[in-house]
């Protein structure tokens, strides 16, 4: 999906600025002709502000100068460049524009969600076949996925002081999450070591009363706004054989699930179910965690971990509406990473069915972790809402 994308980008930026030459000379046509047919028809009653408009002299730039300035707005900011004239209207609303922008820009944003992933025919349109009659609107895609905006057109309150007031009038129990996924066992970097020693990105609550055969009880964490929520760990195998396989670049076997096969039509069909301590985990916890291996250099089979994601999230096991959140994580921020936009893809999440959210995530530094941990439970405090 992401191969080529230098090139896409390149000829994308070459057609933008053929298209905004050809609209400044229609401008500049229009407004030639609007002025000869002014001196020929004598006094003429007042004009709209819009004909009227004077060239500005952002206008008079050349094409690649103001291409090169847009680059550098936000969308809000070129919203209100469109409202200033009819040119820059017509420049802004540029479908070949914003496929430009939300090409360049969305392998740098850190986070995607149900709601706003964008579809997976906008990678692999060519530029070529994009028209006037284009069947998608870019700047409205382009508004909807980018994580600014997102925040910005947010009607839910951020998880914070509020929420924390209320559960202090009210006791009930933590929510609990699953944890599982392969990046809690590839990186150089262990993600849950550095959760369990920093004390001021995520504080530990202790461990609970509460616990489950063969998994145990979990560990609690609380943020700074003292809400508390625990965390189950799942490793897909004994500390003894990670270690093993790990230094014998191998991959240990997955003993969280095991294969069922099934007859789909005329062809045999293959897929996951959890062992039974898992299954148990599964049918109390409030929602799951997924930590996905991001680093562009390693090689992934997403098609199994789609597999065993759908076991845990099971409906059988437990109400079909549990939130995901992916943690798309690396081990230290200068390790090249996959975009959250393609792992989304790649891990095919449009197929669920209940809300999900990719965040990058840096297992060195916690970088991302909170985002991703406060969006899980403002998604678990909207579903008891309900």
């Known amino acids: 999906m992401a191969a080529g994308g230098a090139e896409e980008r390149g000829g994308l930026e070459?057609?933008?600025?053929?298209?905004?030459?050809?609209?400044?000379e229609r401008w500049?046509?229009?407004?030639?002709?609007?002025?000869v047919n002014t001196a020929f028809a004598g006094p003429s009653p007042p004009s709209f502000p819009e004909e009227a408009e004077k060239?500005?002299?952002?206008?008079?730039?050349?094409?690649?100068?103001?291409?090169?300035?847009?680059?550098?707005?936000?969308?809000?900011?070129?919203?209100?460049?469109?409202?200033?004239?009819?040119?820059?209207r017509a420049a802004v609303q540029d479908p070949l524009l914003w496929r430009y922008?939300?090409?360049?820009?969305?392998?740098?944003?850190?986070?995607?969600?149900?709601?706003?992933?964008?579809?997976?025919?906008?990678?692999?349109?060519?530029?070529?076949?994009?028209?006037?009659?284009?069947?998608?609107?870019?700047?409205a895609v382009y508004k909807k996925s980018c994580p600014q905006s997102r925040r910005m057109k947010s009607s839910r309150p951020r998880y914070g002081a509020v929420t924390s007031f209320l559960q202090s009038l009210v006791t009930q129990a933590e929510p609990r999450f699953a944890m599982f996924g392969p990046g809690l066992e590839?990186?150089?970097?262990?993600?849950?070591?550095?959760?369990?020693?920093?004390?001021e990105i995520l504080l530990l609550a202790g461990l609970p009363q509460r616990q489950i055969h063969g998994i145990g009880s979990g560990v609690s964490f609380q943020l700074n706004n003292n809400q508390k929520f625990n965390i189950l760990t799942l490793y897909s195998t004994t500390s003894a054989e990670r270690r093993?396989?790990?230094?014998?670049?191998?991959?240990?076997?997955?003993?969280?699930?095991?294969?069922?096969?099934?007859i789909i039509g005329s062809q045999?069909?293959?897929?996951?179910?959890?062992?039974?301590?898992?299954?148990?985990?599964?049918?109390?916890?409030?929602?799951?965690?997924?930590?996905?291996?991001?680093?562009?250099?390693k090689k992934h089979d997403r098609q199994e971990e789609l597999a065993r994601i759908l076991a845990m999230i099971d409906p059988a096991l437990g109400p079909p509406n549990r939130p995901l959140l992916?943690?798309?994580?690396?081990?230290?921020?200068?390790?090249?990473?996959?975009?959250c936009v393609y792992m989304a893809h790649q891990l095919q999440l449009n197929l669920l069915h209940q809300p999900w959210m990719v965040q990058d995530t840096v297992a060195a530094t916690l970088a991302g972790l909170l985002n991703g941990i406060e969006w899980l439970l403002e998604e678990e405090n909207c579903k008891n809402a309900q």
């Open 14 to 24: 070459v057609a933008v600025r053929g298209r905004l030459r050809i609209l400044r």
């Open 28 to 35: 500049r046509r229009r407004t030639r002709e609007r002025g």
């Open 55 to 88: 060239v500005s002299a952002l206008q008079t730039l050349p094409i690649d100068v103001q291409l090169n300035i847009m680059s550098y707005l936000s969308p809000q900011d070129l919203c209100h460049l469109g409202s200033t004239s009819c040119y820059w």
């Open 101 to 139: 922008f939300l090409l360049r820009d969305l392998p740098f944003w850190t986070s995607v969600d149900w709601k706003s992933l964008p579809d997976v025919e906008i990678f692999n349109k060519a530029f070529s076949e994009v028209s006037d009659n284009a069947l998608y609107d870019y700047m």
């Open 186 to 199: 590839e990186l150089d970097d262990s993600l849950v070591q550095k959760m369990m020693t920093c004390p």
């Open 244 to 262: 093993r396989a790990k230094a014998e670049q191998a991959v240990a076997v997955n003993k969280m699930f095991y294969q069922e096969s099934s």
């Open 268 to 297: 045999q069909a293959v897929h996951y179910s959890v062992i039974a301590q898992v299954k148990k985990v599964c049918e109390v916890v409030d929602g799951f965690i997924y930590v996905a291996n991001a680093e562009a250099h």
């Open 326 to 339: 992916v943690l798309s994580c690396v081990s230290h921020a200068d390790v090249k990473r996959i975009p």
